[in-house]
């Protein structure tokens, strides 16, 4: 059966299919033996599909992957800096997987990592509306900037939905936030939080589309429960593919 060539790689564990597009675009992949480009279809069982000059081997078995990230680690697969990524983590999985979103370099927390292609698409599709749970603790006047915090903000020009957000504790200081989003824009909160007046000075994902992070040590992972897979796609099972 014909199908878009980067949602072939992504179900062969290759890549996401954002990054396969890449790949596509730097004409790293042949079908029969030439070139192919972004948006070609192609038919897995008949035709000869290849990267770097490497046929696609048999469909991996799906991989399911919580870790709880440290600061100072990448969640993109390749850095230009050269700095440490998420999957340098991973000793003994099996599989190569990729990252499920983000979190920025200095943040830490719940992470999702699989090889599964259309549950990636699905989970980072707008329309999955999918919310995360973060504990932020910040320096500055957290009480009062609640009501900020809980409002529609501009943030890059977009206008971000309302925000969950509640105080955990307050110090002369500043205090600890659990602020929870249905969207992920880049360093969302770290921004919503300098509108309202906070430096954040830690931030840490503990929820994400119905999985917490629970005891899970830092730097450490874990396989996804069958369960665990079962929530995340029946909850997103109506996002676009």
Request: glycine share 10%; with cysteine.
């Amino acid at each position: 059966m014909l199908q878009r060539l980067q949602k072939i790689l992504s179900a062969y564990g290759v890549t996401s299919r954002r990054a396969s597009e890449e790949l596509l675009a730097a004409g790293r992949v042949t079908v029969n033996g030439k070139v192919a480009s972004v948006g070609q279809s192609a038919d897995p069982e008949t035709d000869v599909i290849a990267v770097d000059g490497v046929p696609l081997e048999t469909k991996p078995e799906k991989v399911y992957i919580m870790l709880n990230k440290p600061r100072g680690y990448v969640t993109t697969l390749k850095d230009e800096q050269g700095r440490k990524n998420v999957t340098e983590l991973l000793a003994g999985c099996p599989a190569r997987v990729w990252p499920v979103g983000r979190l920025d370099i200095n943040s830490e927390g719940l992470l999702i990592l699989t090889n599964d292609g259309d549950l990636t698409h699905r989970l980072a599709h707008p329309s999955g509306g999918k919310t995360k749970t973060y504990r932020a603790s910040v320096r500055g006047p957290a009480g009062k900037a609640l009501e900020t915090l809980r409002q529609p903000m501009v943030i890059d020009g977009y206008k971000t939905r309302p925000a969950q957000v509640r105080l955990l504790k307050e110090t002369p200081a500043g205090g600890e936030l659990e602020i929870i989003i249905s969207e992920g824009r880049n360093r969302q909160i770290r921004k919503m939080c300098a509108q309202a007046g906070l430096e954040v000075l830690r931030l840490k994902r503990i929820e994400e589309g119905g999985l917490k992070l629970g005891a899970l040590k830092t730097g450490q992972w874990r396989y996804l429960t069958k369960r665990e897979v079962e929530i995340l796609k029946s909850r997103y099972a109506g996002a676009d593919r």
